[in-house]
C-alpha cells in the first residue's frame, strides 16, 4: 500500500520545474550555451560574509571547498573564448539561513561577452518576466500559500520591463534620510541603515534596480567612471534578487582587491581561504569585456507566489531533512 500523495510538496515539483524549465528556454532562444563547472573548488571566495564548507579527505587532509557560487571557473570559459553562457547549479554557504536563506541553494549564474551590465540588467528584466509568464500559465498554482488568489488573479504586470532603476545613494537619501557621504567609513552604521530603513522599502510595487555602490563595495566588478562599482541588485518586496557586475578584467587590481580581503577575513577572525590563482592567471591571458549576473532561483520562485519563505518553495529545506 503506498503512502498517500502530499500535494504541497508535489506543487513544490511542479513550479520548480516550470521555473527551471523556462529558464532554460530563455537562455537557449538567445544563443546561450549552458555549461558546468565544479563544485568542489580550490577558492569559494573571498567576501568577508562568506562562509563556505571545507571538504576533507578521509586521512583528514584539505580537498577544497563546495563552491560559494560558479563565478570563478565561468569567468575562465569567458576568457576561453565563451561568449554566452548560462548555469543553474547547487551552491553552498555555511552563514546561510533564515526565510530567505539556505545553507544549500540554486543559483542561477550568466555571462555574456562583450557585453555591458547594462545588457545584463535587460537579461534579468526580461527573464522575471518569462519566468513569471511561465508560472502563470502552466495551471501549476500554488496551494502551498493556502490562499485564494493565483498568479493569474493577482496578474504579473509589475514585472513588464523596464523596471525603475535608482542608485545606491538616492536609495539611501530617499528612505533613510541621510547621506551616503554621511555614512562613509562606519561599516557598521551603514549596513545597519541599509537593512533596517532601506532594503526593507525597496520595490514595494514592482521590482527596482538598486544601481552604483561604493567602491569599497565593488568585490569583482570594474569600477566605473564616476569612480562607483559598476553592480546592481534588484529588490522586490524588500528582497534581494540577484547581484550582477560590469566585470573587473584587471588581473592586477582583482589580485589587489583579493588581498584586502585577506586581510578583512583576517581582522575579524574569519577563515583567510586562499586566491584562485588559476583563476587571475586566466584574467591575465585576457578576459573580454564582461557583464554577468547571480539570481537566486528560490527567491525568485518564492516572490513569483508570494511564498512567506524560500523553504516553502523547496521540498526538501533543511528543517526538514
Not at 577544497?64 to 565563451?82: D, F, H, I, N, V
Not at 514592482?206 to 546592481?232: C, E, Q
Request: with cysteine.
Amino acid at each position: 500500500m503506498s503512502a498517500p500523495a502530499d500535494p504541497a510538496v508535489l506543487q513544490i515539483l511542479a513550479l520548480r520545474a516550470v521555473v527551471l524549465r523556462s529558464v532554460r528556454r530563455f537562455f537557449e532562444d538567445r544563443d546561450f550555451v549552458e555549461v558546468e563547472t565544479p563544485a568542489l573548488v580550490p577558492s569559494p571566495g573571498l567576501d568577508v560574509h562568506l562562509e563556505a564548507f571545507e571538504v576533507r579527505t578521509p586521512k583528514g587532509k584539505s580537498a577544497g571547498w563546495l563552491a560559494t557560487s560558479p563565478e570563478y571557473q565561468m569567468k575562465r570559459l569567458l576568457s576561453a573564448g565563451a561568449k554566452r553562457i548560462f548555469q543553474l547549479c547547487r551552491s553552498y554557504r555555511g552563514e546561510e539561513h533564515g526565510r530567505h536563506h539556505e545553507r544549500e541553494f540554486t543559483m542561477l549564474e550568466w555571462y555574456r561577452a562583450d557585453a555591458t551590465s547594462d545588457d545584463v540588467i535587460r537579461d534579468t528584466e526580461e527573464l522575471v518576466a518569462f519566468v513569471a509568464d511561465a508560472i502563470a500559465n502552466s495551471g501549476d498554482y500554488p496551494l502551498l500559500l493556502q490562499q485564494e488568489s493565483t498568479p493569474k488573479k493577482r496578474g504579473l504586470s509589475p514585472f513588464a520591463a523596464p523596471w525603475r532603476r535608482v542608485t545606491v545613494e538616492e536609495a539611501i537619501e530617499s528612505h533613510a534620510n541621510v547621506t551616503l557621504r554621511a555614512l562613509a567609513g562606519d561599516d557598521e552604521r551603514s549596513f545597519r541603515v541599509w537593512a533596517e530603513e532601506v532594503q526593507p522599502q525597496l520595490g514595494r510595487e514592482r521590482p527596482v534596480i538598486v544601481t552604483d555602490w561604493p567602491s569599497s563595495m565593488a568585490s569583482l566588478a570594474r569600477l566605473k567612471p564616476n569612480g562607483m562599482a559598476d553592480r546592481f541588485e534588484a529588490f522586490f518586496h524588500g528582497v534581494e534578487l540577484c547581484n550582477g557586475f560590469g566585470e573587473l578584467t584587471d588581473a592586477a587590481e582583482q589580485r589587489r582587491r583579493f588581498q584586502q580581503d585577506q586581510a578583512a577575513r583576517e581582522a575579524v577572525g574569519a577563515p583567510v581561504y586562499p586566491i584562485d590563482e588559476r583563476f587571475l592567471e586566466d584574467l591575465e591571458r585576457g578576459m573580454p569585456q564582461s557583464g554577468g549576473n547571480a539570481l537566486g532561483v528560490d527567491r525568485l520562485l518564492m516572490l513569483l507566489v508570494g511564498a512567506d519563505s524560500i523553504q516553502n518553495v523547496m521540498p526538501f529545506p533543511e528543517e526538514r531533512l
